[in-house]
């Protein structure tokens, strides 16, 4: 299929902000769940917050109060807005999609289908 584009990382200090984008090549991905996965040397990937073709969500532990994801099906973009980093945040984020519009919220990597190639955050103490 298409690309998945992601853009917004850089480097922060703990306590700042980030707001992350994704834009997909096509319009089919307005249909699926989508979300973000990150990955840290020596660290397990995680799947940090997911949305719905409808606006559903679900954050990991790790998260949740902190991150928000949402989505504009019209520009087929999906976005995090990331406050409140820390440290352990620091990571290679990258966006992902379901390929069926019946898979509902998903943190699992496996769920997912297609995949940006990630942009990099850093947040310093």
């Known amino acids: 299929q298409g690309q998945l584009v992601e853009s917004g990382g850089g480097s922060v200090q703990a306590g700042g902000s980030l707001k992350l984008s994704c834009v997909a090549s096509e319009y089919t991905y307005s249909r699926y769940a989508m979300g973000w996965v990150r990955q840290a040397p020596g660290k397990e990937r995680e799947g940090v917050a997911s949305?719905?073709?409808?606006?559903?969500?679900k954050y990991a532990e790790s998260v949740k109060g902190r991150f928000t994801i949402s989505r504009d099906n019209a520009k087929n973009t999906q976005y995090l807005q990331m406050n409140s980093l820390k440290p352990e945040d620091t990571a290679m984020y990258v966006c992902?999609?379901?390929?069926?519009?019946?898979?509902?919220?998903?943190?699992?990597?496996?769920?997912?289908?297609?995949w940006g190639k990630g942009t990099q955050v850093t947040v310093a103490s």
């Open positions: 949305i719905t073709s409808g606006g559903s969500t």
């Open positions: 992902a999609s379901t390929s069926h519009p019946y898979t509902g919220l998903t943190l699992a990597a496996v769920d997912f289908t297609y």
